[in-house]
């Protein structure tokens, strides 16, 4: 018989436990009871209806944020802007989320030149936006960046002795280069829209039907003892992310099928 | 007229051009020769503008262009790997500067006509065999209508057998545009075949000399001092 090694032997008893295992725990705690509660709840819809159209458009800023990022990573990497730009990618991963709710509350949940209220920005759908933003962002800027890297800087060069400005050779011929990379920026950027929490609740609020999403509405079921709403709304959550995953995966295949006929 | 005076360029430490001249004439085909790594590419990227000098002078027809941008420069430029862009048919690389305002219609006809593209203008470059990437390279860049051509080992992807029909029909092609052209190679038989002039570049500056067999003799030496 084949030795089975120490790492597999640590690996596949602890997957299981760690992370298939909550999983599970969530699916298999469905009642009819609370699916039928919850689907019968307008505040549910509201939070789902909130979710998927904050989590768009948060993913839409933070591709065209990226695209302008690659740009300066292409045409400019050596100036300052670029470079604390680069470095500031990197600092939300170890940042708690909170934090980030926090400086965003502070910022932009104010009286600002006198056209909102005396909270600002804070607990609308914008500061939900914002807040989703702040932190898919660094994460489309990467994936959209690290595929900017590995095109031809000659086709550039080509591209502007043919007449193109930087803009020019951009449009042409990097962000038709990079278009999986974008659709990939855009899925990941509104998967970690969808996910967050953190950010989301200390700037946009927790107002059922108005600001909040699928995981404020869990967190508020959990804490008002309906175990049942929540996990039926927890299920959702993760049918969704599994139809996210599988666009990837779907979106990963493809390309490596057309890579391979080209 | 090409004209490139007294260039310097550095990275870090390195000082990869020290002092560069050279002077291509209109018609003329000027084979650029020397060993991996002695800046050749680096002096072609000068001269197309995408790179700075850190000192020195670029001059096309008399005008000094040192400060242009690489697309006000109006140059051919046939990179090391052909740089075709791959998300564009070989029609519409060919095509691509008349978007700008260079070349026409007709540029197009007779670039595709005298590099017998006809019946791959719907092809993809990643379909095209080496010698007919570098073909649609050559042809984008004349569709371009270009003062000057620069080519860098535009045919380093073919065959030696195809490179000798390559070969006649690129110069033939050159020759006629009546520009000056600059080619950058690392074959002694590429070189005598295509040049009508050969200079070499090492320790950092280009000197002009007599023949291929001259040019490559130097840096074969070169090359044995410094233990390749
Ligand atoms: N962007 C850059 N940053 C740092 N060093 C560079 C850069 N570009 C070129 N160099 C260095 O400059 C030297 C000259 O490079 P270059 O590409 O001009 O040589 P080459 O003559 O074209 O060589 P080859 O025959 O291999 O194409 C090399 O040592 C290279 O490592
Ligand atoms: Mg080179």
Known sequence: MRKVSTWEVLFVPLFFLLILYPILAILGNITLEGMVRTFNDPIFWD????????????????????????????????????????????????????????????????????????????????????????????????TIASS?????????????????????????????LLGEAI???????????????????????????????????????????????????????????????????????????????? | MLEAKNLHKSFGSHHVLKGVSLE?????????????????????????????????????????????LPEDRLLGYVPQNTGLFRHLTVRDNILYSLKNGRGSEESFREAVELLDLESYLDWRPTQLSGGYKSRVALARALASSPRAMLLD?????????????????????????HIPVLYITHDPWEAGEIGTSYSIMRNGVVEGIASPEEAFSVIRQQARDSGE
């Open chain 1, 47 to 142: 939070a789902v209806k909130n979710t998927l159209v904050t989590a768009f458009f948060a993913a839409l800023l933070s591709v065209l944020m990226a695209l302008g990022f690659a740009y300066f990573y292409i045409f400019h990497p050596g100036t300052i802007i670029y470079r604390i730009a680069d470095f500031m990618n990197d600092l939300p991963i170890a940042l708690p989320h909170t934090v980030a709710g926090l400086a965003l509350l502070l910022a932009f949940g104010r009286n600002m030149f006198g056209f909102a209220g005396p909270t600002g920005l804070a607990f609308t759908l914008l500061a939900v936006v914002l807040a989703m933003f702040f932190v898919s962002y660094p994460l489309a800027a990467r």
């Open chain 1, 148 to 176: 900017a890297e590995e095109i031809d800087r000659e086709m550039i060069s080509v591209a502007r002795t043919l007449g193109d400005s930087p803009p020019q050779a951009y449009r042409r011929v990097v962000i038709p």
């Open chain 2, 24 to 68: 291509v004439k209109p018609g003329e085909i000027q084979v650029l020769i020397g060993l991996n790594g002695s800046g050749k590419t680096t002096l072609q990227r000068i001269l197309t503008g995408i790179l700075e000098p850190d000192e020195g002078k670029v001059s096309i027809g008399g005008k000094d262009v040192t400060s242009s």
């Open chain 1, 183 to 262: 659709f990939s920026g855009f899925v990941l950027g509104f998967s970690r829209s969808i996910s967050e929490f953190a950010a989301v609740i200390m700037f946009g609020g927790n107002v059922p039907g108005m600001t909040q999403v699928l995981a404020s509405y869990v967190f508020t079921k959990v804490e008002e003892g309906e175990v049942s709403m929540a996990v039926t709304a927890s299920a959702f959550c993760i049918l969704i992310s599994l139809l996210l995953v599988l666009f990837l995966r779907l979106e990963g295949k493809l390309h490596a099928r057309s890579e391979k006929s080209a």
């Open chain 2, 153 to 177: 080992e535009p045919i380093s992807e073919v065959d030696r057998a195809k490179k000798e029909y390559v070969l006649p029909l690129f110069r033939q092609i050159l020759l006629q545009l």
